[in-house]
């Protein structure tokens, strides 16, 4: 088994900045791709970023130049800066990753952390 803890959620006012962070623990032999995903009320989740584990990365169109993705592959940790935050980046941010350990791969979803942009 594999938890993904996510921490760095809040309330910001747009145009501000958060951090999200998420951290790994448990059977990891290794780690494939990470990626942040959100879901605002009423809609679907959906694709923010991902960072393979060689470090290439990719954007949903609406946060790129805003949001950069990286990961700490000592420490198991997927990273989300947050810039320029608008009030339609609302929404619960949730984690995940597809593990192996070492036997088979599968995936991981942390539990999710708030963020809400408003003035």
């Known amino acids: 088994q594999v938890q993904l803890v996510e921490s760095g959620g809040g309330l910001v006012q747009p145009g501000g900045s958060l951090r999200l962070s998420c951290a790994a623990s448990g059977s990891i032999f290794s780690i494939a791709d990470m990626g942040w995903y959100r879901q605002a009320p009423g809609k679907q989740r959906e694709l923010v970023a991902a960072?393979?584990?060689?470090?290439?990365?990719n954007y949903r169109d609406s946060v790129k130049g805003r949001f950069s993705i990286s990961r700490d592959n000592a420490k198991n940790t997927v990273y989300l800066q947050m810039n320029g935050l608008r009030p339609e980046d609302t929404a619960v941010y949730y984690c995940?990753?597809?593990?192996?350990?070492?036997?088979?791969?599968?995936?991981?979803w942390g539990q999710g952390t708030q963020v809400t942009v408003s003035s």
């Open positions: 960072i393979t584990s060689g470090g290439t990365t």
């Open positions: 995940q990753g597809r593990f192996s350990n070492g036997i088979m791969w599968r995936d991981y």
